[in-house]
């Protein structure tokens, strides 16, 4: 059975800075890619990150040189570290894991709210 578990949301006030992590279990975690998608109320889901198998990256033009995903495969877990944040980064954020032939398993979400 796979699992995905996001963890470490909450709220933060402008300019601070979150670390996301999701755990991923039932999968041979090195050899999918693992993203962070993000949707915020009333907008539809959009990648924010993504890293491959490989530890290429890529990220949504409105994260970049903010936001930083990274993996740890020994823990079978990747991170997002939010950084900067502002108020429409305000959304439930979504770790997924991608095998190569496409499936996709996504996790529940986890609140980042980001106000003063």
């Known amino acids: 059975q796979v699992q995905v578990v996001e963890s470490g949301g909450g709220l933060v006030q402008p300019g601070g800075s979150l670390r996301l992590s999701c755990a991923a279990s039932?999968?041979?975690?090195?050899?999918?890619?693992m993203g962070w998608h993000r949707q915020a109320p009333g907008k539809q889901r959009e990648l924010v990150a993504n890293?491959?198998?490989?530890?290429?990256?890529n990220y949504a033009d409105s994260v970049k040189g903010r936001f930083t995903i990274s993996r740890d495969n020994a823990k079978n877990t990747v991170y997002l570290q939010l950084n900067s944040l502002k108020p429409e980064d305000t959304a439930v954020y979504y770790c997924t894991a991608q095998s190569k032939t496409g499936e996709t398993y996504w996790g529940q979400g986890t609140q980042v709210t980001v106000s003063s």
């Open positions: 039932g999968i041979i975690f090195s050899v999918y890619a």
């Open positions: 890293i491959g198998s490989g530890g290429s990256t």
